[in-house]
């Protein structure tokens, strides 16, 4: 339940002034009450994202309704059209947060996605290094090239990882770490 305020009109003209006099007292009043009453039954029935999508079929609905309950007064409804529909402000900010919410979980599912296609890639690149020990030295090459061009004072030394350290640069490593420590 969601109180809204709508903003509709109805057009319509007397065709028999004689009944229009004889059958009801005030016929443009009662055809205005008539109108609202007609509104909210209709309304009323609907939900929400339909009132603010399908306009046109409410407005038919009613003229249909106005018509029958006009006829006997010498009233026929000519058109119906439904102007504006205003929410609370409270209500659009509620809807607005849940927008909100549904926008950051795809950006979520998104992002997941994303990084599960990166995380296939690193695997496949790392299958084609691991095939040829020559293509991980190139690697570092082109990582040291990558540092260097961006003129910055970072010194790196691309050691082996994950099994591939030989004697040599365990003793290289060993001999850099004393260094550090007796400094």
Request: with cysteine; proline share 3%; glycine share 4%.
């Amino acid at each position: 339940s969601v109180t809204v305020a709508v903003d509709a009109v109805v057009y319509f003209r007397v065709f028999d002034p004689v009944i229009s006099i004889t059958n009801v007292e005030d016929a443009p009043k009662s055809t205005q009450l008539l109108a609202a009453t007609s509104l909210r039954n209709v309304l009323g029935t609907k939900s929400l994202q339909e009132i603010l999508s399908d306009r046109e079929s409410i407005a038919q609905t009613m003229q249909a309704a106005l018509d029958e309950g006009t006829e006997c007064w010498g009233v026929r409804v000519e058109r119906v059209e439904v102007k504006d529909v205003r929410l609370p402000v409270q209500l659009q900010r509620a809807m607005a947060a849940e927008a909100e919410a549904a926008r950051e979980a795809r950006a979520k599912v998104i992002a997941a996605e994303g990084e599960q296609k990166a995380s296939r890639a690193l695997k496949d690149a790392a299958d084609v290094i691991m095939q040829s020990p020559t293509a991980l030295q190139l690697r570092y090459l082109q990582t040291l090239t990558t540092i260097a061009s961006e003129k910055n004072s970072t010194i790196v030394f691309p050691i082996p990882v994950m099994g591939m350290i030989s004697g040599l640069h365990v003793e290289l490593m060993q001999a850099a770490i004393g260094t550090f420590q007796t400094t």
